[in-house]
């Protein structure tokens, strides 16, 4: 059946909403049945604990609860990071067209002998790239050395134009953009589709739109306790849409280290600041990515399991007051970001 064709048999089933119909194909990867579509689980799903935790996507995907970031992995760190990463333990690695990296992931998932199917691989389109989906997926295979990944995120709702990264397309938008995307699910290309850094009133709009046939599996934003979005999170569940926290350690320099809050939890259980972060982000439901180039703090990351924060230990960081975010929106040809969680902290501080 050729997608358009598949669309508009869709079109014709009574619909909840829009775009009622779950992102797919982790165990299919074709399309085999309109049935078969529709029934997959809208509700997403967490089991296990530590490192062992896995997400359930809407999709019936299973991704493992924790990852490797590597947004400003430089060259000649990324490859043994990713190394390192994968030989203690951790299947999930997030990259980025972005990142400027992929080759070098995808050379230290080699190096590590570990088998590609074993490992969760997210990679993303980016924002110049939107009216070229295919284009820029075939580019990440390539550069990655691999015939599929895991999960293809669109990085920002921006169609920025290429020429001038400062304009955004009169004539094209993040709608447009995810209607390429669902073309790609059942090429076998991309097993899970999702966004990152969308808002509510973002997500609304998309899941609104009669072309939205897919729930995205995945919706990737900035999460840590200075920037909880609690709404956000809870908006996504409902819909069905699987939350990873980025910048979860708070990024460069994080001043999240040094809260007095999360120092005294952390003293107290004997782990490190950083490890306690990565708890309260798996407790509250959302997959965590770190990034680090440094071994001992890759393996420290991945030390979570064997114990766990407490009910009021969770709402003690979920309760810290202070708000900053690492990645605004004013690089970008529009806005993104609408203060939507009313905390005020939607500009970026650090
Ligand atoms: N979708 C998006 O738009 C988006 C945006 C931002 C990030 N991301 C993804 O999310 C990932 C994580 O976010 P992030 O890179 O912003 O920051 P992060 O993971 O919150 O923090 C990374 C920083 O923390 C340091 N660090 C890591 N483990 C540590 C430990 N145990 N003790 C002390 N310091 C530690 C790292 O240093 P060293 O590396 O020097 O060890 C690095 O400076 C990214 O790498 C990327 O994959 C996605």
Redesign the pocket.
Known sequence: MSFLSLLSSLSRIPRVSSCNIANSFQSSRSITSKSQIISRNMATAQSGKGTKTVFTLNTGAKMPGVGL?????KPNEVREAVKNALLAGYRHI??ALAYGNESEVGQGIKDSGVPRSEIWVTT?LDNPWHKRVSEGIDSSLKSLDTDYVDLYLM??PSSSVPEDLKKHYDDWNFIDTWREMQKLVGTGKVRNIGV??FVMSNLEKLLNDPSCKIVPAVN?I?L?PNMPSPKTLQYCKEKGIHCTA???????D?PL?KDKTLQSIAEAKGK?P?QVLLMWGLQRGTSV??????KS?IE??FQLDGWELTADEMQKISSIPDRFK??GDAWLPVKVFFNEEGDGGDAPSH
Request: aromatic share 8%; with cysteine; hydrophobic share 20%.
């Open positions: 970031g590597t947004w400003q992995s997030d990259t993303k990085h920002w990152s850094n990737q900035e840590h980025y910048s979860c350690l708070g990024s460069t994080s280290s490190s950083q990515i770190p990034k680090s180039v440094t703090r420290a990351n690492v990645c």
